[in-house]
C-alpha cells in the first residue's frame, strides 16, 4: 500500500457489503454503476460539510472506487485471470482519492495475456468511461515496467506507490521484487533527484507558496512537498506510513501532528475545490477562495474580510509544512548522502560550532541556556556566508525552544544588540530574515510582524502576502548596496552609495506595512512602532526619527509621481517642501522603488522608473537651489527649449526656425516632454501638411518605454476615439499628455505598453499603431471605437466602487477630477465619450492601473477653457460616471453561490 496516514476501516463511511448490494442488477449495469458513484460521491459531499475529517473522505472515495473497479472487473474478466492483475498506482495508489482525482490504473500482465483477454480488457476500460470514472490507464509486462522504472523518475515514484486490485496477484510480486533499491534506483540517487525535481517544481512557482492563486498541490508547502517527504521515506526506510518515522526518530510526536493537521487541512482546501468546481482543480483561485471561506464559516470583520482570514491560515499553514520539509529532507540528506565523517567541526563560539557546511548547536540544551542564542543563529550565518544551513538536529532544538523567544528575550540587551548587528551587518540579511521568518523566531521578536505572517490583501495590486512583500522590500534594498547588481538599477546604485546608515533604510523597508490589517492608517501606526523599536534598540533619536518619517511617508512619492504631473514646477516645489532635506530625499526615492518592486512585478516599469527618477531629480535641484528660490515656469521652458536645440541642431534646425513653430504652442507643451521629445517632434510637425494629418509617429525612448505623438487639427471624440483604438490593439495606457495649441491644433502624446508590460519594440507594431490610428481620427463619421475585448477572469473577481473627487487646480487654472473604477478594456474610450457628450474638455490626464483598480487623475475645463466650478454640473458629472463604469458586486455572487 502506498504511503499514506493510518486510519479506521473505511467502512465507517463505506461498506463493501452495501455497495455491492447497489451495484447488482438484472439490467443494464451502467446505470447502477453511475448510481453508486453518484451516492457516494454526494455521501462524502454531506459528511464534508458536516466537519468530517478530509483524511477519512480521501479514504473512503479510493475504497469506493476500489469495489467500482473490482465488480466492474469481475462483469469483463474471470476471477482468477492468470497473467492479468489490475494496479492502483498513483496517488489512487496511495489510497487518496479526492472527488474528481484522475484514477490511474495499471493494467499488469503476462506476455500473450493481453491477446488471450483483449475484448474483456477493451470492454472493461470503455465500461469504466461509461460510468463517469477518468482513469488513466497504462498495459504493461512486469519486464516493461521495470525497464521504464530503472530510467523515469515519474514512472518508479508511482510504482512505488502501488496496490494491487484484483487480478494475479503473483505478477504485484514480481514487480515489487525487481524494484528494489538494489537493483534499480539505490536510495542515494533516488534522493538526489527528488530533491532536484521538488528544487524545479519550486521555480516553477518562483519559490514561494504565497502568490495570490497558489496551487495546494504543487506550489511549494503544499501537498505535494508532502508526497516528496513520503517517497523519500519509503525509498530509504520501507516506511509504510508517515507515522513510521516517529517510530524511526526522524520524526517528534508534535512534529507528527503538525505535518498531520497541515496535511488534514490542505486536503480539505482541495476537496472543497472539487466539491465546489465539479471538477479536477488544484488551483485556489479568486472565486474559489471567496467561496470556500464562506464554506469553511469565516465571516467579515471590522479589520479582515473572510477571504483573507482564510487565505491567512492556508498561508500559515504551508509555511509551517515548508519548516518541516526542509528539516526533514535535511535530516534524509544527512543520513543518506552525507554520514558522519571523522572531519572536527569548526568551532565559532561556546555555542555553535560548524560541521559539513552547516551550523550546529554544541549542546542540546544551548537555546535553553543561552535564549540569546535564537537571534545570534542567524547572525551567525550572515558573518559566515560559507555555512549552507542550519543543521537539521539544530533546527528541531530551534523549533522546540523558539517559545523562548518571549517579552523577556525581546526585552534583553543582549538580543538587541544582536538583532541590529544583523541589519548592520548588511551581507546576508536578506537570507538571515527569510530564515527567521520560516522557522518561526522573526514573527515572535517582532510582534507586530508575527500578525502579518500570512496575511494577504485580497486584490490584484499586493501579490504577495505582507510578510513576503516586506521581506522582498528589504531584498531590494540590499541588491542596491550589491555591486553585483549594479546593472539592475545603476543610477540607485549611485544613490545607495550616499545612504550613510543603510541599516535604517532596511529598517523602514522591515517596518513600512508591519502595522497592516490592525484597522486605522497603516503608515502612522507603523511610524509610531518604528520609532519605539529604534529607541528601545539603542538608536539615536535623530535615527529614530528618520525611520518613523519614512515608515509614514512610504507611500509619498508614489503617490506623487502617480497622481501629479512631476514635470510641474510647484508639484516639485510642494514635493521638495514635504521631503525638506536631500538626505531624506535619497532614503526615501530607494524606499519606494523597492516597495514598488516588490508589490507588483507588472508595476515596476520602465515609465514608472523614469517618473520617480525624473521626480528625484528635479527635487534634488530644488532642495539645493533653496525652496525660498524656486523655478519658475519661463526658467524651465527655456531650459527645456535649450536643450531640444542641443538635438535639433544635429537635424541642421536652428533656433530661429525652431522658435518660428513653438511661438505657437503653450509652456505645458514644453513643461510635459522631454528635451529629447521635444526635438523628436519638431522636424515632423515643421514637414507635415494638412492634407497629410493626422501626424502619428511612435517611438521607444530608452528607460521611458514606447510614445505615441499625434499632431493634428483638433476634433471632437479626439481622446476617446485615440484611447479605443489604442485598447482595442491590446495596448496598456500609462499617461496622456494632452495640449492643444491656440490655432486649434493637438499636441497629444501617451505612454504606452504591450498588455503584459513588455516594450513594443518591433517596428511591424509601430506601423500598425500608427496606420489604426490615422485611419479612424481621419474619419470624421467615426465618433466610436468599440473595444471587444473581454474582461480578464482575475478581474470579474473584484468589485472596486467608483469613486468621483473633484478639486480645484487654481494655478493652472483647470478642476482635478480624482477617478477610481473598477479596471476593465476600454476605459478611457469610455471616459473620453462622457465628457465629450458634456462639453468638457480635457487638459492632460494621469493614468496608473493599480492591480484590479484603475486610478486616475483627469484635468479638465469647461469649452472656454476654464474650470468647472458649477457644483451641479460636477455632480451630475460624478452620478454619469458611477453609473457608467461600476459592474455588480463578484463577492455577494459568490457568497450566495457558496450558500
Not at 476500489?66 to 496517488?91: M, Q
Not at 504493461?140 to 494475479?168: Q, W, Y
Not at 537651489?625 to 527655456?638: D, F, I, K, M, Q
Not at 501617451?750 to 474619419?779: F, W
Amino acid at each position: 500500500m502506498g504511503l499514506e496516514l493510518e486510519i479506521e476501516d473505511d467502512a465507517a463511511v463505506f461498506s463493501a457489503r452495501t455497495i455491492r448490494a447497489r451495484l447488482k442488477t438484472d439490467g443494464k449495469p451502467v446505470p447502477a454503476f453511475r448510481d453508486t458513484l453518484k451516492w457516494g460521491t454526494e455521501r462524502l459531499y454531506s459528511l464534508f460539510q458536516d466537519g468530517a475529517p478530509a483524511e477519512s473522505l480521501v479514504h473512503a472515495r479510493a475504497f469506493l472506487v476500489d469495489e467500482l473497479l473490482r465488480e466492474a472487473w469481475l462483469r469483463f474478466l474471470p476471477a482468477e485471470t492468470a497473467g492479468l492483475e489490475l494496479i492502483a498506482v498513483g496517488g489512487y495508489g496511495r489510497s487518496e482519492l479526492l472527488p474528481h482525482s484522475d484514477v490511474d490504473v495499471l493494467v499488469l500482465h503476462a506476455p500473450g495475456a493481453v491477446e488471450t483477454h483483449k475484448a474483456g480488457l477493451e470492454q472493461f476500460l470503455q465500461f469504466l468511461w461509461d460510468i463517469g470514472l477518468e482513469v488513466g490507464s497504462s498495459v504493461r509486462t512486469v519486464d516493461e515496467c521495470l525497464k521504464i522504472a530503472g530510467s523515469d523518475l515519474t514512472v518508479i515514484t508511482n510504482l512505488m506507490e502501488s496496490r494491487p486490485l484484483v487480478g494475479d496477484r503473483g505478477l504485484y510480486a514480481e514487480l515489487q521484487a525487481g524494484m528494489t533499491p538494489d537493483r534499480m534506483w539505490p536510495v542515494d540517487e533516488f534522493f538526489r533527484a527528488k530533491l532536484d525535481e521538488q528544487k524545479k517544481r519550486h521555480a516553477k512557482y518562483d519559490d514561494t507558496g504565497y502568490k495570490l492563486e497558489p496551487n495546494v498541490k504543487e506550489s511549494p508547502g503544499g501537498l505535494r512537498d508532502i508526497h516528496t517527504i513520503a517517497w523519500v521515506a519509503k525509498r530509504h526506510f520501507g516506511a509504510q506510513t508517515l507515522a513510521e518515522l516517529k517510530d524511526k526518530g526522524f520524526l517528534s510526536a508534535a512534529e507528527c501532528s503538525e505535518l498531520f493537521a497541515g496535511q488534514d487541512f490542505l486536503w480539505r482546501v482541495r476537496f472543497a475545490l472539487h466539491m465546489l468546481t465539479g471538477r479536477h482543480e488544484d488551483r485556489l483561485l479568486f472565486d474559489h477562495q471567496i467561496k470556500i471561506a464562506n464554506l469553511f464559516g469565516y465571516v467579515d470583520d471590522d479589520k479582515n474580510r473572510a477571504v483573507e482570514q482564510f487565505m491567512q491560515l492556508y498561508y500559515r499553514t504551508i509555511k509551517s509544512l515548508s519548516c518541516l520539509n526542509d528539516m526533514l529532507l535535511q535530516l534524509f540528506e544527512e543520513a543518506i548522502l552525507r554520514p558522519a565523517t571523522a572531519e572536527k567541526p569548526k568551532v565559532l563560539n561556546a555555542r555553535f560550532q560548524i560541521n559539513g557546511g552547516f551550523i550546529e548547536a554544541r549542546s542540546d540544551s544551548v537555546f535553553r541556556r543561552a535564549p540569546h542564542a535564537l537571534i545570534e543563529i542567524f547572525l551567525l550565518q550572515q558573518q559566515h556566508p560559507g555555512v549552507q544551513g542550519i543543521r537539521a538536529e539544530t533546527l528541531r532544538l530551534l523549533r522546540r525552544d523558539r517559545k523562548l523567544v518571549d517579552s523577556a528575550l525581546r526585552d534583553s540587551l543582549k538580543a538587541k544588540a544582536l538583532f541590529m548587528e544583523m541589519f548592520r551587518e548588511g551581507r546576508g540579511l536578506t537570507r538571515a530574515l527569510r530564515r527567521m521568518n520560516r522557522y518561526g523566531v522573526l514573527g515572535r521578536y517582532l510582534p507586530s510582524f508575527g500578525n502579518v505572517i500570512g496575511h494577504m490583501q485580497y486584490d490584484l495590486f499586493h501579490t504577495l502576502t505582507v510578510d513576503e512583500h516586506t521581506l522582498y522590500v528589504v531584498r531590494n534594498l540590499r541588491r542596491m548596496a550589491m555591486d553585483r547588481f549594479r546593472a539592475e538599477l545603476p543610477f540607485h546604485s549611485e544613490v545607495m552609495e550616499r545612504i550613510p546608515k543603510k541599516e535604517l533604510l532596511y529598517l523602514a523597508g522591515l517596518f513600512h506595512d508591519m502595522a497592516k490589517g490592525r484597522g486605522g492608517d497603516h503608515s502612522e501606526l507603523g511610524a509610531s512602532d518604528a520609532h519605539q523599536f529604534c529607541l528601545e534598540h539603542g538608536l539615536s533619536h535623530a535615527d529614530a526619527d528618520l525611520v518613523a518619517w519614512l515608515v509614514r511617508n512610504h507611500l509619498l512619492m508614489s503617490l506623487t509621481a502617480q497622481k501629479q504631473d512631476v514635470t510641474d514646477p510647484q508639484v516639485v516645489l510642494d514635493f521638495a517642501r514635504k521631503v525638506g532635506e536631500r538626505q531624506r530625499l535619497d532614503y526615501l526615492f530607494l524606499l519606494t522603488t523597492a516597495d514598488i518592486r516588490a508589490t507588483n512585478p507588472a508595476l515596476w516599469n520602465s515609465w514608472r522608473a523614469s517618473l520617480l527618477t525624473e521626480l528625484y531629480k528635479a527635487t534634488a535641484r530644488a532642495l539645493e537651489r533653496g525652496l525660498h528660490n524656486p523655478v519658475s515656469t519661463a526658467e524651465r521652458v527655456a531650459e527645456q527649449k535649450h536643450l531640444a536645440l542641443g538635438f535639433l541642431a544635429g537635424r541642421g534646425i536652428k533656433a530661429g526656425q525652431a522658435e518660428a513653430v513653438w511661438k505657437r504652442f503653450e509652456d505645458d507643451y514644453f513643461l510635459r516632454h522631454s528635451p529629447e521629445e521635444l526635438g523628436w517632434h519638431l522636424p515632423e510637425i515643421m514637414q507635415a501638411r494638412d492634407a497629410e494629418l493626422p501626424l502619428v509617429l511612435v517611438q521607444s525612448f530608452a528607460g521611458h518605454g514606447t510614445t505615441v505623438f499625434i499632431y493634428t487639427r483638433d476634433r471632437d471624440h479626439l481622446f476617446g476615439l485615440t484611447t479605443g483604438v489604442l485598447a482595442q490593439l491590446g495596448l496598456n495606457i500609462l499617461d496622456a499628455r494632452l495640449n492643444t495649441t491656440a490655432d486649434h491644433y493637438t499636441l497629444d502624446s501617451y505612454a504606452v505598453m504591450e498588455e503584459d508590460g513588455s516594450p513594443i519594440a518591433q517596428s511591424h507594431r509601430h506601423d500598425e499603431i500608427k496606420a489604426a490610428l490615422r485611419k479612424v481620427i481621419s474619419d470624421p463619421n467615426i465618433s466610436v471605437v468599440d473595444v471587444n475585448r473581454r474582461v480578464s477572469r482575475r478581474l470579474r473577481h473584484f468589485n472596486t466602487p467608483t469613486t468621483v473627487f473633484f478639486s480645484q487646480d487654481e494655478a493652472r487654472n483647470r478642476t482635478a477630477l480624482e477617478l477610481v473604477a473598477p479596471d476593465q478594456p476600454g476605459l478611457l474610450s469610455m471616459i473620453g465619450r462622457i465628457f465629450q457628450k458634456r462639453g468638457i474638455l480635457l487638459d492632460a490626464a494621469k493614468v496608473a492601473t493599480i492591480g484590479e483598480r484603475a486610478e486616475d487623475v483627469f484635468y479638465i475645463t469647461d469649452k472656454q477653457h476654464r474650470p468647472i466650478a458649477d457644483e451641479a454640473t460636477l455632480e451630475e458629472l460624478r452620478e454619469v460616471l458611477v453609473r457608467s463604469l461600476s459592474r455588480s458586486d463578484p463577492t455577494t455572487e459568490a457568497a450566495k453561490a457558496a450558500a
